[in-house]
């Protein structure tokens, strides 16, 4: 697959997106002085046209790295984060050792118990609430101290169309709370006969 960005008409361009609320956490629910900054490990993005907005599928593996977490510690994920303006989420993924799940819609009240249930029991689940206007914030248990945990996030986001071109925003600000920057990202466009010549400006 190649490391390229959107595609449209004639020209696509993505533009990195200046929002300021993202925040990563991990900690033990039963033990809070076991916690610290989480880390976003591996990151890829892929981009599709649709209609007049692009499909974003973000996949993002966490972690404790950076922090002296063992194997017998048991932590939280909490990530916050915005996304651009008009943007839709429609599906959220977590992978359950070497399966992939997909989240089932409900309303917060009801994931909430359920998630709150779940995490005093120890088992399996991820939650992700739209906390107000474009912020939402994911919740991941359990993760092993020394170990990671992988998700997708698909969405929609608007595009920007101007006489020559056609761009959405790179979602590179979520990536700013990472304990350990994130030096790489792979990005990839889907592109046919009507979107194509996809770059990133700059």
Known sequence: MKKVILCLLAITSLT???LAYSWLHVSDPQDWSKSGEGSIDEVSLVVTPKGIYMECELYMTFSGNGHDFTADDTL???YY???PQGAIVHDSWLW???SIVCAKIMDRWTAYQIYEGIVKRRRDP?????DWENNYQLRIFPMQGNSNRKVKITYLVPTNWSGLNVSAPLPLDM???SYIP???IKVVSKVNSQWKNPHIPG
């Open 182 to 184: 994130v030096n790489k």
């Open 126 to 130: 991820s939650v992700l609430y739209k």
């Open 81 to 83: 984060f915005s996304l």
């Open 76 to 78: 939280e994920v909490s």
């Open 16 to 18: 990195v997106n200046a």
């Open 96 to 98: 359950v050792e070497d």
């Open 175 to 177: 990536l700013l709370p």
